[in-house]
Each structure stands twice: as C-alpha cells, then as structure tokens.
C-alpha cells in the first residue's frame, strides 16, 4: 500500500532550540494532516493543509505543504518541555475515499538528558 | 464539552472471546473511523462509516465487525477470529465535508492473553 516516510524517527531536543521534521512519499497527496500524540492519549490535530506551496502556523509550529505535492514539513521553534510527544503526518491521495487517510509512522520528540 | 469519547481506557480479555470497544462523539460529525496502532507503527484504518447504517472496511478489516445504528455511535468488535487483537484502538470522526480534518477520542488500550 501507500506509506508515507517520516523522518527523522526521533529526536532530541533542549529547551529553547527549533525542530523541523518532514514527510515525503512517492504519490501525491491533495492534504497534508499533522498530529501530536502524548502517550496513552488519541492524536491531537494541529496544523491541516490543502493547497500545493501551503504555509500554515498554529503559535509555534508552522507547517508548508510541498510544492511538488510529494512532501510536507513541519517546524516548531523555541520548543518548550511540553512539546515532546510523537508527531504524525498524515496525508490523503486524489481521488481517495472519505476514509484514504495514510500515515506516517511518527517523530518522536524527547528531551535531552 | 463537544468531544469524542472511548471508553474503557483499558480493556482485558481472554483469548477467544469477542470484546466491544465504545465511541461516541457529539460533534455532530457525520463520518467516523476506527483505526489500530501499534508500537512504533502509524494508525492503520479498520472500519469506517460515512452515514449512518452504512460502513466501508478499511485496509485490516479481517477479524473485526461494526455498527453504525446512531449517528453519534460507532462501536468496533473486536472477534475471536482476530489473530493479534492486542492493540491501542483509536476512534475518530469528521464532517462530510471535511473529512480529511478526523479528530480522535483519547484511545482504549486492549490486552488480550
């Protein structure tokens, strides 16, 4: 099926410093979804984009929907303790059914020891 | 509080036995899902339901049934003929319209040994 690449797989971050992630595939998506997830918790939808070039923000992050379609980002600056959690992207092809949401299988954010 | 809710957090069951996984949710949101994640692994779609009395299966559909009798309900049940059922269930819904936009319930974690 579809996979989304989601990278990196985690990372680690110290408070105050930015964080940027991304997600490509080989198909082309017409919606790109990012998501937070604390655990044990359902995922919490932060940031939705819809059109190619997109950019997008919520407070600290900010999200662009590629141009070529193919790939999303995300970027988080002065990142706080609370920020760590996973992050999803999840993206839905042309043409897809209502429920054709693919996802990524997360960056997960921890904090530096 | 408009939300979706799952319950019960935490659900154990002895290997052969059906169990039911609740979802309600009063966003009066037309469409809803239900989807399983795995450690390290993105959210994978099981069922979901665009109308009520009318459901689609998902890309892991063997081994599992739904309902859609209400609009605000959507319960999964989860069969003896489900090899790995140990899983985090994740439930979600959205508005026709936007449907790319699903927002999730907070999950219910099922063990089964």
Redesign the interface.
């Known amino acids: ?1 579809q996979q ?1 690449n989601q990278s990196p797989q985690s990372m680690f971050i110290q408070e105050g410093e930015d964080v940027s992630m991304n997600c490509t595939s080989s198909s082309i998506f017409n ?1 790109w ?1 990012w ?1 937070k997830q604390d655990p ?6 932060l940031i ?1 984009l ?1 059109k190619a070039g997109e950019l997008t923000s919520n407070g600290r992050l900010t999200a662009q929907f590629g141009i070529t379609r193919k790939d999303s980002f995300l970027n988080i600056s002065a990142s706080i303790p609370s920020d760590v959690g996973i992050y ?1 992207c ?1 993206g ?1 092809l042309p043409g897809g ?10 960056t997960k954010l921890s904090v530096k020891p | 509080d408009g939300g ?1 809710t ?1 319950s019960p957090k935490y659900l154990f069951r002895k290997e052969g036995q059906n169990v039911t996984l609740s979802c309600e949710q009063n966003l009066n949101h037309d ?1 809803m ?1 239900w989807y399983r994640q795995d450690p ?6 099981i069922y ?1 339901s ?1 109308i009520v009395n009318d459901f ?1 299966k ?2 892991i559909a063997e081994g599992y049934s739904v309902s859609r009798e209400k609009k605000e309900s959507f319960p999964l049940t989860v069969t003896s003929a489900q090899k790995n059922p140990t899983a985090f269930y ?1 439930c ?1 819904s ?1 508005f ?1 319209g936007r ?9 219910t ?1 099922l063990t089964v040994t």
């Not at chain 2, 390290?40 to 779609?45: D, M, N, P, V």
């Open positions: 099926g989304l919606t979804l998501y044990g918790e359902g995922p919490v939808l939705a819809y999803f999840a839905q059914s209502q429920g054709n949401l693919i996802f990524g299988k997360g | 979706i799952q469409a899902y390290g692994q993105g959210l994978r779609l979901y665009q689609q998902g890309d994740l979600a959205s026709s449907a790319r936009e699903q927002y999730f319930g907070p999950g974690r």
